[in-house]
C-alpha cells in the first residue's frame, strides 16, 4: 500500500506510472520552499556514536569525473554515515528509509544498520509504502518530463536526456525503485545539491550525498525491499 501526503497524489502517481511525467527527481524550482524534515531540525549526533571518519567523505576520482570532498563539519554528525544498532524485522539487504530521521538505513546481519542520512519530498511530496529496487545505475541519465519543460524552456536542450555528470541532479549514482514491476518514478539517488542533505527538499525522490550513494550502490542487490515510513 503507498500512501501519499497531499490529495491528489495518487493519481499523480498513475500519470507517472503512465509515462506522461516523471519529474519526482526534478530539481526544485528557485521559489519552492525548502523546509526541515517533519518540521523539526537535521539530525544530531546519537549517545554512543562514533565520530565520522573525514575520509569517508573526502575527494575521490569516480570513473571520468571527480568528486568533491565533502565538509563533515558543514553536517550535523547524525546525518552522516554510521553503522547502527537496529532492531526492526526487515532482513539483511533490505532498504529502510525513515522519512522523520531523515534516514535511510541498509540493514545488516545481527541486529546492525547502515545508517546514511538523506532529503525528502517537500511539503506535498511525500510518500510511504513498500517497493524494490529493480535497476541501479552509474552516473545516471535525467530526463526533464515535458511540464518542466514548458516552465523552463531552456531545459529543451535535455529533453533527450541529460547525459550523467557533476551538473546532473541524480548525481553519482541512481537505485530506481519499483512497485509491482511498474517504474515508480522515485529514485534513492545522488544529489548536486548536498546542503539539501537533512531537509525536505525533492519532489519525492530520496537525495544522498554522492560519497553515501555510491557506498549503498556498492551494498545493494537488484530486487531488495525498500520501505518507506
Known amino acids: 500500500m503507498i500512501a501519499f501526503s497531499r490529495p491528489g497524489a495518487l493519481a499523480a502517481l498513475l500519470s507517472i506510472l503512465t509515462g506522461l511525467a516523471l519529474a519526482a527527481c526534478a530539481p526544485l524550482p528557485e521559489t519552492a520552499a525548502v523546509v526541515p524534515a517533519d518540521g523539526a531540525a537535521p539530525a544530531s549526533a546519537r549517545p554512543g556514536e562514533e565520530p565520522v571518519d573525514p575520509a569517508l567523505y573526502a ?26 544498532p537496529y532492531a526492526g524485522d526487515e532482513a539483511p539487504g533490505s532498504i529502510v528509509i525513515d522519512t522523520k530521521g531523515p534516514f535511510l538505513y541498509f540493514i545488516e546481519p545481527e541486529g546492525r544498520a547502515i545508517r546514511y542520512g538523506i532529503a525528502i519530498g517537500r511539503e506535498g511530496f511525500g510518500w510511504t509504502g513498500e517497493g524494490v529496487i529493480a535497476r541501479t545505475a552509474h552516473w545516471p541519465r535525467w530526463t ?3 511540464e518542466m519543460i514548458e ?9 533527450g536526456g541529460m547525459p550523467g555528470g557533476p551538473r546532473n541532479p541524480l548525481g553519482a549514482r541512481a537505485l530506481y525503485i519499483y512497485f509491482d514491476g511498474v517504474d515508480s518514478g522515485f529514485r534513492v539517488h545522488g544529489t548536486n545539491e548536498p546542503k539539501s542533505i537533512g531537509w525536505a527538499a525533492s519532489s519525492g525522490c530520496f537525495r544522498m550525498l554522492n560519497q553515501d550513494v555510491i557506498d549503498l550502490y556498492q551494498r545493494v542487490a537488484i530486487g531488495a525491499p525498500v520501505k518507506v515510513i
Not at 575527494?59 to 547502527?84: E, K
Not at 531552456?154 to 529533453?159: T, V
Request: aromatic content about 8%; cysteine-free; glycine content about 8%.
Open 151 to 159: 516552465r523552463d524552456p531552456s531545459l529543451g536542450r535535455w529533453a
Open 59 to 84: 575527494s575521490r576520482s569516480d570513473g571520468t569525473w571527480t568528486l568533491p570532498a565533502i565538509d563533515v563539519a558543514a553536517f550535523p554528525p547524525g546525518l552522516l554515515r554510521h553503522s547502527v
Open 144 to 146: 526533464p518530463p515535458p
